[in-house]
């Protein structure tokens, strides 16, 4: 009989770890193509934002994007740009909400929360997107160069970790 019971124990601990192996737990910031391949997958940890650094097409002054990230909704927003210059190709006029200061040799504007699922940058040599979150940077142009790249967050689960 200990045999049996035995065996039944150790079968509801296997069904266990397996159940639990598909139930997400990890936030990571994803970024896919327009066909939804992952081009990265990066685990956010402790991190309360990322960042989008690149170059105006247009005036070609630095721009810095700084998005808050909310992990339990899976959501973010903009939060502040800093830009190098602002002029041509800029918004003429602030929006309701936004404000805006010098900020050494930045224009620094910061946004009302406006929640996001997922934010889109076109990757070009010359603009050099840059998104960092933590220590990590990835240059989104030598990843999928000339190619719309997608942002978003996801919880994985163990089982899309270890086999996806």
Same mark, same amino acid.
């Given at each position: 009989? @200990?045999?049996?019971? $035995?065996?039944?124990?150790?079968?509801?601990?296997?069904?266990?770890?397996?159940?639990?192996?598909?139930?997400?737990? &990890?936030?990571?910031?994803?970024?896919?193509?327009?066909?939804?391949? !992952? +081009?990265?997958? /990066?685990?956010?940890?402790?991190?309360?934002?990322?960042?989008?650094?690149?170059?105006?097409?247009?005036?070609?002054?630095?721009? +810095?994007?700084?998005? &808050? /990230?909310?992990? @339990?909704?899976? +959501?973010? !927003?903009? &939060?502040?740009? *800093? %830009?190098?210059? !602002?002029? $041509?190709?800029?918004?003429?006029?602030? $929006?309701?909400?936004?404000?805006?200061?010098?900020?050494?040799?930045?224009?620094?504007?910061? %946004?009302?929360?406006?929640?996001?699922?997922?934010?889109?940058?076109?990757? $070009?040599? +010359?603009?050099?997107?840059?998104?960092?979150?933590?220590? @990590?940077?990835?240059?989104?142009?030598?990843?999928?160069? !000339?190619?719309?790249?997608?942002?978003?967050?996801?919880?994985?689960?163990? *089982?899309? /970790?270890?086999?996806?």
């Amino acid at each position: 009989m @200990k045999c049996c019971s $035995a065996r039944r124990s150790l079968l509801l601990l296997l069904a266990t770890f397996v159940l639990l192996s598909f139930i997400p737990f &990890q936030t990571n910031l994803a970024v896919k193509n327009r066909q939804g391949q !992952y +081009i990265e997958l /990066i685990p956010v940890g402790n991190s309360d934002y990322f960042s989008v650094t690149f170059r105006h097409s247009v005036n070609k002054g630095e721009i +810095i994007e700084r998005y &808050q /990230i909310d992990k @339990k909704n899976r +959501i973010f !927003y903009l &939060q502040t740009g *800093w %830009f190098e210059s !602002y002029g $041509a190709g800029m918004m003429d006029s602030l $929006a309701d909400g936004v404000s805006m200061r010098e900020e050494g040799k930045y224009l620094r504007l910061d %946004f009302p929360a406006k929640n996001l699922t997922q934010v889109s940058y076109a990757a $070009a040599g +010359i603009a050099d997107h840059v998104l960092q979150i933590g220590d @990590k940077k990835i240059h989104l142009f030598e990843e999928n160069p !000339y190619k719309t790249n997608i942002i978003s967050l996801e919880k994985r689960s163990l *089982w899309q /970790i270890c086999f996806h």
